[in-house]
């Protein structure tokens, strides 16, 4: 039985003027594909790293400058890009005082993200940061090792873990009957065994509610 890929992690890019007010906007969207994304645990630095990488442009390039945002998954990390023409003013990071007024974004890029850096090109300049998912790929789920054990496991009905993600009603039918067999394997296993398979549904309830809680 194959699975059908649900909402997969497409990049995506947006292009914006580079004004104070653009980014209140540009962080409720990166909330918004975030959490479509099920990566809700970043949504909060992510938004930080708009903030100072869009505000950088702002008061180093110059306000109204056109630029471009950029998400897209690195691997189990989220990249952030933001592209503006201006290959001259380069971010760098400084060591400012909490109470400094400029020099601090940089430094607070750094605190959250894994890394981030500078790419120059011929007509553009490029300054990006990854953050960290916790997933184990791409296409992982931040379920925890129970969930990552259940990908493995469906490898043997037909479906690879990285076409698995949170999936739409049309695809939810089908990763559902995979589940329900992997269930039913499980239940066969167990009568074969001499187990009591009431008793063993009893106590995974017991256990699934205690640990959703």
Known sequence: MDCIAGVSRKPWSLP????????????????????????????????????????????????????????????????????????RALPVFLDAGLDAEYGRGMALVTTVSDRWGVQLQADRKVTWCELPTGLPSAEGHSGGARVNRVEALFRGYGCEPGRLGPVGAGASVVVEEVAIDVIVDVLHWLRVHGRDSDEALDRAQVLFEAEAE
Do not use: K, Y
Request: net charge negative; hydrophobic share 45%; with cysteine.
């Open 16 to 87: 914006f003027t580079a004004e104070p007010q653009e980014v209140a906007a540009l962080r409720r969207i990166m909330r918004l594909h975030l959490g479509l994304w099920g990566l809700h645990g970043v949504i909060d630095a992510a938004q930080l790293c708009v903030s100072e990488l869009v505000s950088n442009v702002i008061n180093h390039v110059g306000t109204g400058t056109p630029a471009t945002l950029a998400v897209s998954m690195s691997g189990p990390r989220v990249r952030i890009e933001v592209h503006d023409s201006d290959t």
